[in-house]
């Protein structure tokens, strides 16, 4: 894999962009797409903002005092190492190719024979450099993800066909990821007891008012850590007001206990935000460098920090449709849009589409409309 990854020409890839504020509900339809422009997410992150302070010279942070870096690849080789590797150097264009990112999701089509290495590829090939420096070591990144059927990543997606899709993230030194594993709805028990303390002390939701407030002091220095780590706070006082808890993670599909799952980390954190999917039926799960035995359910990462997530959930559709404001709903049933009908507005609308689009499948999306001007999407 190393030598692949020597042997890549790195692809640009951009980062991810920050959520805007959110506005009105709104509705809009659109239909399913391979649009490679469209880029389908569960999350978004944004850093909280903070005043700059000397310590942040030479350190990579943006204007806004942040380190926090994102980045996505994709790649659709039929050999499972070279696609990791390529799909590693995407997103390595982006976060930098000596940048050890905290946490990385892998998703590994079902189209490849023997994906159970896949994971210990992602990790070789963000090993960290001079891993021999015990001085100063650097962390390993926090691997999850799962055997899906199909990729989304880089600039594209993949329904069909073998692909290897890699989110990753660098969420600076002043951030703590915690690997985790589950086989029930239970909370995880690999994680410690101050760690606990620590994510019941950011999640609360009524210390996170305050994240957006610029003139609060720099961070705790808490340490990007793994669940056996050491390298964190010693105690939970040092814990700042405004950091957020978010959770990561991805399921098998027939783990019904899901919901109790996420009630109970909001238990420990109301504030925290969990997001996540499901494999593909009988897939497997990775985590760290390696496959999750069947009777783990979930894996995934808790992500300590300053910053802010909100979570959406999109559906890689094209916008078809102008966008409509729901007036009434009953149980989940849309009954009105715009105020009229909304069976006669939705015929009227299927008949008014396009021939090139009118035969594929059509979704109505229903999200908090954010003021950006995109009419339509799913």
């Not at 350190?59 to 990791?84: I, K, P, Q």
């Not at 963000?126 to 899906?148: E, K, R, S, T």
């Amino acid at each position: 894999v190393a030598s692949a990854v020597a042997s890549l020409v790195a692809r640009g890839a951009e980062a991810l962009p920050s959520w805007s504020a959110p506005g009105a509900l709104g509705v809009a339809l659109g239909v399913r797409s391979v649009d490679p422009a469209l880029r389908p997410a569960c999350a978004r992150v944004r850093p909280a903002r903070r005043l700059a302070t000397d310590a942040d010279a030479g350190s990579g942070a943006d204007a806004e005092g942040s380190s926090m870096r994102f980045g996505s690849g994709l790649s659709n080789n039929e050999t499972l190492s070279v696609a990791v590797a390529e799909a590693v150097a995407e997103v390595k264009a982006t976060l930098g190719h000596d940048r050890v990112p905290s946490w990385v999701q892998l998703a590994v089509s079902a189209d490849y024979p023997d994906p159970t290495r896949a994971a210990a590829f992602v990790a070789e090939c963000f090993a960290p450099a001079g891993g021999a420096n015990l001085a100063n070591p650097q962390p390993p990144p926090a691997i999850f993800g799962g055997v899906v059927t199909g990729c989304i990543g880089g600039a594209g997606q993949t329904m069909d066909g073998p692909s290897v899709s890699i989110v990753a993230a660098d969420m600076g030194p002043d951030a703590e990821v915690i690997q985790f594993t589950a086989d029930d709805a239970s909370l995880p028990k690999q994680v410690t007891p101050a760690q606990w303390a620590r994510l019941m002390a950011s999640g609360d939701s009524s210390s996170s008012a305050s994240s957006g407030d610029s003139s609060s002091s720099t961070s705790s220095g808490a340490s990007t850590s793994s669940p056996a780590s050491t390298s964190s706070p010693s105690s939970v006082g040092s814990v700042l007001a405004g950091e957020s808890v978010a959770v990561l993670a991805l399921c098998r599909p027939d783990f019904i206990e899901v919901d109790d799952f996420a009630r109970r980390v909001h238990g420990v954190a109301p504030g925290g935000v969990v997001v996540g999917g499901a494999v593909k039926p009988g897939g497997l799960l990775f985590a760290n460098g390696g496959v999750c035995d069947e009777s783990i359910a979930v894996s995934g990462v808790f992500v300590r920090g300053r910053f802010r997530m909100t979570a959406h959930s999109l559906h890689s559709c094209r916008p078809v449709g102008r966008r409509m404001t729901l007036t009434r709903a009953v149980d989940g049933h849309v009954l009105d849009l715009d105020g009229r009908s909304a069976g006669d507005v939705l015929s009227r609308m299927l008949q008014e589409l396009p021939d090139h689009v009118s035969g594929l499948p059509v979704m109505l999306g229903v999200g908090e409309y954010d003021g950006g001007g995109h009419d339509g999407g799913g």
